[in-house]
């Protein structure tokens, strides 16, 4: 509860934030229930993005010793099921900025698809891919986050009020 109380406050300051997760799966002791309440929880805060792994066992732990190891099985269907949420709610919240303008820190040149795009992330932590004739790197911008194709958004570089399309220079 406190945890979530402390999500809607920051929400609250800063609307656009990123709120990402990291869940581990099959603690010792986990139940169904306990699992279930988990992803209700995830559910429920809705978050940019969730690194899901299982819990594996390090010796020398006092984890190591605990009753209750969850099995694999268990734990593979358990990380599936929250990837699967994770992955919805990503693609939920990039799609939430479609259309806004925001600034990005172009950061490298990439070749997806037979075309060259800049790199960079939004001030919320989008990774966007844009086009532009000038050098990039290092540089924040604005950008209107245009378009989004599986996993990738994609963005027009606004370089002093103009769109300077184009390919990237070569690195």
């Avoid at 559910?43 to 993005?49: C, E, K, V």
């Avoid at 919805?88 to 698809?113: A, D, H, I, N, Y």
Wanted: glycine share 8%; with cysteine; net charge positive.
């Amino acid at each position: 509860r406190l945890y979530s109380e402390t999500v809607s406050m920051i929400r609250q300051i800063v609307p656009d934030v990123s709120i990402t997760a990291d869940v581990i799966v099959g603690f010792p002791g986990e139940t169904e229930a306990d699992f279930e309440e988990t992803f209700a929880l995830c559910d429920q805060i809705g978050f940019a993005a969730m690194h899901v792994f299982p819990y594996s066992t390090r010796p020398g732990t006092s984890a190591a010793h605990f009753q209750g190891h969850v099995s694999h099985r268990v734990q593979s269907r358990r990380i599936r099921l929250l990837l699967q949420l994770a992955e919805m709610q990503s693609v939920r919240f990039r799609r939430r900025f479609l259309g806004s303008v925001r600034p990005v820190l172009w950061e490298e040149t990439k070749q997806v698809g037979g075309s060259v795009y800049w790199s960079g992330l939004t001030d919320n932590y989008i990774r966007v891919l844009g086009q532009s004739r000038r050098d990039l790197t290092n540089q924040v911008t604005p950008a209107r986050l245009s378009s989004q194709r599986e996993d990738l958004v994609y963005a027009q570089v606004l370089l002093d009020g103009s769109d300077r399309r184009g390919p990237a220079p070569a690195k």
